[in-house]
């Protein structure tokens, strides 16, 4: 489903976060996009079409396009989706934040385990004094 304005985006949001609060996942894709018009006019245009082209005003150079961030939400079962222009991102930044620490009590806590590496180190210290030791003699 694509949401218009980044407030209905995101109490959507808020509504996957209550469905999945119990169990399941939630993924969330953030990138810019930079949609273009699409073009409808052919390779071969007649001279009539290019005088026609000179007199209009250029489009907008790279520097000045004014790109877009799309957002998109799921859950594997719905879909959400936005687009957030570049001069309202803070506005959403900041909402976005606030929703996801509303549901960071949800989250499960690791199970920390010892790392393999430092046991393993151990032994290989007592083996390097043994031989360092025996080379004394």
């Not at 273009?36 to 001279?47: L, M, T, V």
């Not at 009539?48 to 000045?64: F, M, Y």
Request: glycine share 6%; aromatic share 6%; hydrophobic share 35%.
């Amino acid at each position: 489903m694509y949401c218009e304005s980044a407030d209905t985006f995101l109490n959507e949001l808020h509504k996957l976060f209550e469905r999945k609060k119990k169990s399941g996942s939630i993924w969330i894709t953030m990138k810019r996009s930079n949609q273009k018009p699409a073009r409808k006019e052919g390779a071969g245009s007649s001279k009539k079409k290019q005088q026609k082209k000179k007199g209009s005003t250029p489009p907008p150079s790279a520097a000045e396009a004014e790109y877009k961030c799309l957002i998109r939400a799921t859950d594997g079962k719905r879909k959400i989706s936005t687009a957030v222009a570049a001069s309202e991102i803070v506005k959403f930044q900041s909402s976005y934040a606030l929703i996801l620490r509303a549901h960071m009590d949800s989250l499960k806590k690791r199970e920390k385990s010892k790392p393999k590496k430092e046991a393993a180190a151990n032994g290989m210290m007592g083996i390097i004094y043994i031989l360092v030791s025996s080379l004394h003699w």
